[in-house]
């Protein structure tokens, strides 16, 4: 009967521990909880199928690229010859940007990534033009085809929609360099968008906001591939629905959490 009365006491002990533990194990739902928003995680690993880790139903709605368009945006004016290189400086024309002052200066392209300067993306814009951005959008097959008639406003102006799935698509061609631009090109894109280096994994991402306003809930992103570290590169697609404001810096901290529970990203 001793015997008996302990393993049960023991099988209960193990059944408490398991349960805690895997109470206290943080998933995708209660990050986004904690968050304060809703929206979609999504993961696809080297030669792997894509994996919706959260929002299934909010992963095929779409939304405004935002600033994330900036990618294809640079890639584009790379192989057309829009941009000359990644070191040419695009002058700043003297609009104030109250919110954003680190704009306010002349750049290339690396700061003009890692800022997300509209300034700089929009001469970008202005100088491929209308008509060839629209045949890129199509040629690459990005979001719903479809560009509005104003160059500097395609990311924002709601005619060119984009899901997270799309996203994810998206970034994983450019991590595999199977879009359709030259190697130099996307090389160059790519060093542009490389993001740090966290426990030997190499992160290249890009943000993306579009306000909310008083008809619709607005869009943030965050969008890339972590590589490197003995491990499978991955990318990965971020959206949060926004009714206020979240701040870049906050949205990265929340997918560079997902990232780490998914193993993509060492704990810390």
Known sequence: MFRIMSRIVLASLIFSVCSAVFAATPTPATRFDAYGRTGAFLLQRDAGTPQT????DWATKPQPPASTFKVLLA??????????SADEV???DGTPYPDNPEWQRDMALREAMRTSSEHYFRVLAKRIGRERLAEWVARVG?????VGPDAPMVWHDGVLTVTT???LAFIDRLRRSALPFSAQTIATVKTAMYDGNTGGRRIYGKTGT???DKAAPGVGW???WVEGGNTQSTAFALGVELKTIDGRAKRIALGKRLLRDAGVLPAK
């Open 53 to 56: 880790l959260y929002g299934a």
């Open 75 to 84: 890639l584009i004016a790379l192989d057309t010859g829009a941009l000359r």
């Open 90 to 92: 695009v002058k700043w």
């Open 142 to 146: 990005y979001g719903n085809g479809r």
């Open 165 to 167: 799935q799309q996203q």
């Open 210 to 212: 579009h306000s909310p």
């Open 222 to 224: 965050w969008i890339g």
